[in-house]
């Protein structure tokens, strides 16, 4: 019995739908994402190299943020959500009072810290990680503050990239984290985090040392009038998206919008569960990886993003060409 198919050249294929277009052009089915043309048919023979997964830790965590209200009230919302699934919290709110001497470890008491990432804002708004974590490093956080255009966000991405390389030159020992937020078109939000991750493993390796990154993604998918069922359809997509794209760790916003009730973040953790424990997508490294199109849209965007990073860097840093 026949185990495997034929190998069939990408002449062979462009003969068949040639003929099946009956004299029309293939570059008449030609279709455009981001401001470049695609076509409909890819083939390996298209790749010069057989594409190697960017990342091999499938696995995400499940994020969620809380509001600050008081020390009680929070502590008691974190450990609920940590015994219903979630590995990594941020904390938002008023800094001026958790900042205080004191009441982070209060708000994380009964946490286990070398289980669960803890994030939150410092004074400016910016995300920090908190530095009581045992046996985890102070690792350097960058947030792309730009959503929907996924132009805006690549220029973000390498705006990020830079900092990120800078702290690097100047002797930070840490891989970075970015923070990341995801657009509405599902393809270009998969590629702009595998196209985040190529872009910084090349420039690292250019600083003596490949190392990975860390991608914290932050869907926002609350729009004007949308109703809370179908912003939780859209979530559902929205963290797809992040997944095969590679997020480390994705906080996934309530359909109801802002920190949200006990049964919408429930919800929210719930459609973790089900990309994991039913749908098995924390058991495949980069799915996307070999994905013609995808792959190509990826190369796409690190282009965008590495030529940000050059206007960056430009007078400031030699940089190697991306290839």
């Given at each position: 019995m026949q185990t495997k198919f034929p190998e069939v050249s990408k002449a062979e294929w462009l003969a068949k739908v040639e003929k099946d277009l009956r004299g029309k052009e293939l570059s008449s089915l030609y279709f455009e994402v981001a401001g470049r043309s695609f076509s409909p048919l890819h083939h390996q023979d298209d790749s010069l190299n057989k594409p190697s997964p960017l990342f091999t830790s499938p696995s995400w965590r499940i994020g969620q943020e809380f509001e600050f209200r008081g020390v009680k009230k929070t502590n008691e919302a974190i450990l609920s959500a940590l015994n219903l699934g979630v590995s990594s919290i941020y904390i938002t709110g008023d800094y001026d009072e958790y900042l205080k001497d004191g009441i982070m470890?209060?708000?994380?008491?009964?946490?286990?810290l070398d289980l669960v990432e803890v994030y939150y804002d410092d004074q400016n708004g910016f995300p920090y990680q908190y530095e009581g974590l045992p046996h985890s490093p102070d690792w350097p956080q960058y947030f792309s503050q730009e959503f929907g255009l996924l132009d805006n966000i690549t220029s973000a991405m390498g705006n990020d990239l830079f900092l990120a390389y800078s702290d690097v030159t100047l002797g930070t020992p840490f891989p970075p984290v970015f923070h990341v937020?995801?657009?509405?078109?599902?393809?270009?939000?998969?590629?702009?985090?595998?196209?985040?991750?190529?872009?910084?493993?090349?420039?690292?390796?250019?600083?003596?040392?490949?190392?990975?990154?860390?991608?914290?993604?932050?869907?926002?998918?609350?729009?004007?009038?949308?109703?809370?069922?179908?912003?939780?359809?859209?979530?559902?997509?929205?963290?797809?998206?992040?997944?095969?794209?590679?997020?480390?760790?994705?906080?996934?916003?309530?359909?109801?919008?802002?920190?949200?009730?006990?049964?919408?973040?429930?919800?929210?953790?719930?459609?973790?569960?089900?990309?994991?424990?039913?749908?098995?997508?924390?058991?495949?490294?980069?799915p996307a990886a070999g994905s013609y199109f995808i792959e190509k849209l990826t190369d796409h965007y690190a282009e965008k993003i590495w030529r940000e990073f050059q206007i960056d860097t430009r007078h400031k840093i030699p940089i190697t060409p991306l290839k």
């Open positions: 470890e209060a708000l994380l008491d009964g946490v286990l937020f995801t657009s509405d078109n599902f393809f270009e939000t998969v590629a702009s985090f595998r196209a985040l991750r190529l872009c910084w493993q090349l420039l690292s390796e250019s600083c003596g040392k490949q190392t990975d990154c860390r991608i914290v993604a932050h869907p926002r998918i609350i729009k004007e009038g949308s109703d809370e069922n179908s912003n939780r359809i859209a979530s559902t997509t929205h963290a797809m998206a992040a997944v095969i794209g590679g997020a480390d760790t994705i906080m996934l916003s309530p359909g109801d919008g802002g920190i949200g009730t006990d049964f919408s973040n429930r919800i929210a953790t719930n459609v973790h569960h089900l990309l994991q424990f039913e749908s098995y997508l924390d058991r495949v490294a980069d």
